[in-house]
């Protein structure tokens, strides 16, 4: 039996092998088949989107270019896990030996036309790469530096292209804090019923408007939530009294969720644990490919630690490698203690609750404040619809402190500039 067939075979018996085959870094070109190729990305698809994976799946997501002899093939051809294992193990070392023959013909080119010695030298020394997975190789200085060279040339340039960064849809404060770049780990830090979640919801909303793919991780409320809040800040409609709105607008809001579907837009709401994010978010990087990715909060996911403490410093060191793995901006929110409250002041950096480890951590930190009292020394009670807050950038490792104001239009749960 064909290697390539067992594993996908047995990833359809036990999609845990799926998870096991992006974390060794199998790729597309890892198949040899394009039937194959076909099969494994609508896995992926089925797989990320949190679908069972079965014939009927396949076929109700590939359409007419179901490869139904291919797939049967591969069901045949997978027996047991254990066989699944083997066969990962055994594609990616195939991909891995077929990328020594052309190196081997270049150097063997390189010794008949009597190249410098340091050159031979150093096209052998990188052979013994070629046997290790792909996924786990640096990069270059070569390419390190070339990456660095473009990015100059582009601020140099005065052509910058805008179109792949983040930002939060404030204009001024946008333009203040300059917008989140794809290496960022961003904190977004906030007391509890200030507008956390609709502040990353309207982030989400106006990034995938703007073309950009987005991947949501809300695990504080349900995935109908976000999307429902999403048209409301859209349409300026209140979700309370959705029914007493006028039917043009009634229209206009359900027209906007189901635009909502048709954007670059997946949420999750069941991956609560570490291990299952970082297990989603190496599938998101391997088919998705977003260019955000905002997790609502990081104090409610779960990890074993001894304490709040180092529960909250592990989560908080975690988002670094989870961002690397993803390979663009990740937004985490997460909850500030009650001293800034209490104190009735803005937040600083030492105020996140349970740990210090996100002040050292984060590349750049937002936080919203909602003071007690308006600009007119009205008390902001909970009876008000518009609130006025204050949202903060108190740490950007290579950019400036800022700070902006903000009404909080609490009927339709969205944050406007004043």
Partial sequence: MHAEQIYLGSCILEPTLIDEGVQDGIKTDHFTNPDRVVIWRSI??????????????????????????????????????????????????????????????????????????????????????????????????????????????EQLSGKIDLSKLVITGLPHFDNAITPIQSHEYVVLGARTSTGKTSFMTQVAGVNVERGLKVAYFTIETSARSIVLQMAAQRTGVNLRQVGQEMPNKQKKFTDEIARIGKQSLVI??????????????????????????????????????????????????????????????????????????????????????????????????????????????????????????EIYQLKLRDGPLCQGRVNFIATHTKFEER
């Fill in 44 to 153: 992926l698809s089925l797989h990320m989107a949190g679908k069972a994976i079965d014939a009927n799946a396949l076929y109700l997501d590939l359409g007419k270019s179901f490869p139904i002899e291919e797939l049967s093939a591969c069901e045949k051809a997978a027996p047991t896990q254990a066989n699944g294992k083997k066969a990962l193990k055994r594609i990616i070392e195939q991909h891995n030996i077929s990328q020594l023959r052309p190196a081997l013909n270049h150097i063997l080119s390189q010794i008949d036309d009597a190249a410098p010695y340091k050159d031979i030298e150093a096209l052998l020394e990188a052979v013994p790469a070629l046997l290790r997975d792909n996924a786990t190789l640096e990069h270059t200085l070569t390419e390190i530096v070339q990456d660095a060279t473009n990015w100059a040339l």
């Fill in 268 to 389: 999750f709401e069941r991956d609560l644990s570490l291990d299952a994010i970082e297990s989603r978010c190496r599938l998101l990087a391997a088919s998705f490919k977003p260019d955000l990715v905002l997790i609502d909060y990081m104090g409610l996911i779960t990890i074993k630690g001894d304490g709040s403490y180092e529960r909250m410093s592990k989560l908080s060191k975690a988002m670094i490698p989870i961002r690397k793995s993803l390979g663009c901006a990740l937004i985490v929110a997460a909850q500030l203690n009650r001293g800034n409250e209490k104190d009735d002041r803005p937040p600083t950096r030492t105020d996140f609750r349970d740990t210090g480890s996100i002040e050292e951590d984060a590349h750049r930190i937002l936080c919203l404040h909602r003071p007690s009292k308006d600009d007119n020394g009205m008390e902001q009670g909970f009876d008000k619809s518009i609130y006025q807050q």
